[in-house]
T-cell receptor, first 113, second 115 residues
Framework: EDKVVQSPLSLVVHEGDTVTLNCSYE??????LLWYKQEKKAPTFLFML????IEKKSGRLSSILDKKELFSILNITATQTGDSAVYLC?????????????FGGGTRLMVKP | DSGVTQTPKHLITATGQRVTLRCSPR?????VYWYQQSLDQGLQFLIQ???????AKGNILERFSAQQFPDLHSELNLSSLELGDSALYFC??????????????FGPGTRLTVL
């Protein structure tokens, strides 16, 4: 069974701080790893990572994958209150004749002004 | 806005009742996925449909069923509801099967409360 573990469980920082969120995984046939941001309701897609060592960037957010050590990190620099959310990591896998995502438990980030 | 729509936003019902949740995928997406998110279980995969056919089944209870219609919208039916079924139910869609379908786009969810 595929497994995704995220750490820390929660984090409280002040605006302007830099944070690093961790995601480790065990999956039978690795294809990719996805990061989502969940504010009040729907998880919003951030990144999909498939190759080791290649950083994906979007503004102040960046993410990198290490396929040898089976983990990924999500960095947020110069945090803002709008970054407060639950960040979810997920791995896709083939299941029966289709697909599914296995999610980690999430990291709850709170950014204080 | 992901382009995935779900109705209703909120649903309050009693134990033993039956409800139907509705989802319309992004334009052009053929796959629809249903997930349940409760406080103690996190986001759990329930079921996937691709172009009208069931393709993958997760930890979905026998009291729950789903279908995808010719216009690609999907419905999740929950029956004989119990208190423990109270949760957020998300629908997600992706364009096609296989590796290109890895990115799933989530709808706003339906919050179900069973009293």
């Amino acid at each position: 069974e595929d497994k995704v573990v995220q750490s820390p469980l929660s984090l409280v920082v002040h605006e302007g701080d830099t944070v690093t969120l961790n995601c480790s995984y065990e999956v039978t046939n690795f294809r990719s790893l996805l990061w989502y941001k969940q504010e009040k309701k729907a998880p919003t897609f951030l990144f999909m990572l498939t190759s080791s060592g290649i950083e994906k960037k979007s503004g102040r957010l960046s993410s990198i994958l290490d396929k040898k050590e089976l983990f990924s990190i999500l960095n947020i620099t110069a945090t803002q209150t709008g970054d407060s959310a639950v960040y979810l990591c997920a791995v896709p896998s083939f299941h029966n004749a289709g697909n599914m995502l296995t999610f980690g438990g999430g990291t709850r980030l709170m950014v204080k002004p | 806005d992901s382009g995935v729509t779900q109705t209703p936003k909120h649903l309050i019902t009693a134990t033993g009742q039956r409800v139907t949740l509705r989802c319309s995928p992004r334009s052009g997406d053929l796959s629809v996925y249903w997930y349940q998110q409760s406080l103690d279980q996190g986001l759990q995969f329930l079921i996937q449909y691709y172009n009208g056919e069931e393709r993958a089944k997760g930890n979905i209870l026998e009291r729950f069923s789903a279908q995808q219609f010719p216009d690609l919208h999907s419905e999740l039916n929950l029956s004989s509801l119990e208190l423990g079924d109270s949760a957020l139910y998300f629908c997600a869609s992706s364009p096609r099967q296989g590796e290109g379908a890895d990115t799933q786009y989530f709808g706003p969810g339906t919050r179900l409360t069973v009293l």
